[in-house]
């Protein structure tokens, strides 16, 4: 009776366990995020179409044909696999991070990728897994914003410039305009003394005044 309990167990078990392989291998396969297992090598495990298609693939098993264990293809900076590595040691863990990486094509594209260790009961490390989101039409934005607020920064000092241009420009013409006026009143004055002459002694002390 109790060999047909521990049976039963173990069955049940079984197909708990294979359950939950196949509803995991369903969520892997058709997670909108592109997901790739590694070995710390480098070498590919497993891929999904996500993950493919981020890169520029048709498919997982051509990605994996093509790149193989040479990771580092994936990389614009060839330094960021080493980063991703040093800090997976140090943490388990590596939060969501922006790193630029390749396409198939050799166009660079942005991604936020988050990592970590997986480990087995005994505490042995399986494989390295990742989770990749394009975020390249953001960065974009975040350019041409970054753009944009730097030409209005430019447009707003050419203002400033302006503006104090055409204030020095006013009053160099107030000055000028004022400078030609009381030379006039002055020829005025010396005129109107060469017609009095001395006829009229106060008018004269007048105008001097």
Same mark, same amino acid.
């Given at each position: 009776m109790g060999s047909m309990i521990d049976v039963t167990e173990r069955v049940r078990a079984e197909d708990k366990l294979r359950t939950s392989e196949e509803e995991?291998? *369903?969520? !892997?396969?058709? *997670? /909108?995020?592109g997901i790739s297992q590694v070995y710390k090598d480098g070498k590919f495990i497993r891929i999904n179409? =996500?993950?493919?298609? /981020?890169?520029?693939y048709p498919d997982a098993s051509t990605m994996l044909k093509e790149i193989s264990s040479n990771i580092k293809l994936l990389y614009s900076n060839p330094d960021d696999r080493k980063k991703v590595l040093d800090i997976l040691d140090k943490n388990g863990y590596m939060p969501p991070t922006e790193i630029e990486l390749n396409r198939r094509s050799? $166009?660079? !594209?942005? =991604?936020l990728v988050s990592a970590k260790r997986v480990k087995n009961d005994a505490g042995k490390l399986l494989f390295i897994q990742t989770e990749h989101i394009d975020i390249t039409e953001q960065k974009l934005m975040e350019e041409q914003l970054r753009k944009s607020k $730097? #030409? #209005?920064e430019k447009l707003n000092q050419h203002l400033v410039e302006v503006r104090e241009s055409e204030r020095h420009q006013i009053a160099l013409n107030l000055h000028d305009d004022l400078g030609q006026k009381l030379t006039a009143i002055n020829l005025d004055i010396a005129w109107l003394k060469s017609r009095i002459g001395v006829q009229s002694k106060s008018v004269r002390e007048n105008l001097k005044r």
């Open positions: 995991y291998r *369903s969520l !892997f396969e058709n *997670s /909108l995020m179409k =996500a993950y493919a298609d /981020l890169y520029g050799g $166009e660079k !594209f942005w =991604a $730097e #030409l #209005l």
